[in-house]
């Protein structure tokens, strides 16, 4: 299977990003190197992703690549903004690191300083469903998961802490609530009163 291109990569980024509700920034007298980015921003967060054909292309670009996109992010946010703290660099090439490539690698998806970074290469990204990976960490959290009715472990608790003298009706109102994804404290003071 041949690897996805730089355009491809940049086309499959840009749909899984406005499909996640991130809106493409278009950048009034961009300098040259926040040129060759496309940038997003949501809510909470503004992401610059650039896609190179060569390790080396990705390597030799970033560093100036960061600096022109701190500069636009310090000069349309303020300290106060919350997503000021929220800056993201995606760097993403088929191209595989050799040699110090591979420890120059693991040095910038490390790196958090200014930005922090996601760096797709090679086989991590050869298809479309690769690059989204790479994107996932842009996702935001949401709290419509619904925890388990029962697992063994909470099912267990009440009796497991009533033989350390801890009140079982009291941690099973705790349980349940944690279940119910309610507050713990109002849930244990509910139950004293009824008690």
Known sequence: MESLNPTQILASATEFLEAAHYKRVEVK?????????????????VVALSAYATWESLWNAWIDLQAGVVDLISSRLTRDTSKAWDGYLVLITPAQPTGDGTSQLERLR?????????????????????????????????????????????????????KGGIDEGATRSVVRAFQLQEPLLQALVEYQRQK
């Open 110 to 162: 490390r790196d958090t300083q200014r930005l922090r970074k996601l760096v797709g290469t090679g086989d991590d990204v050869k298809t479309v469903s690769g690059v989204r990976k790479i994107l996932f960490p842009l996702l935001p959290l949401t709290s419509d998961v619904k925890l388990a009715e029962s697992t063994d472990a909470l099912e267990r608790l009440p009796s497991l802490l009533r």
């Open 29 to 45: 007298e961009p300098t040259a190197i926040v040129s060759s980015a496309r940038i997003f921003e949501d809510p909470y967060s």
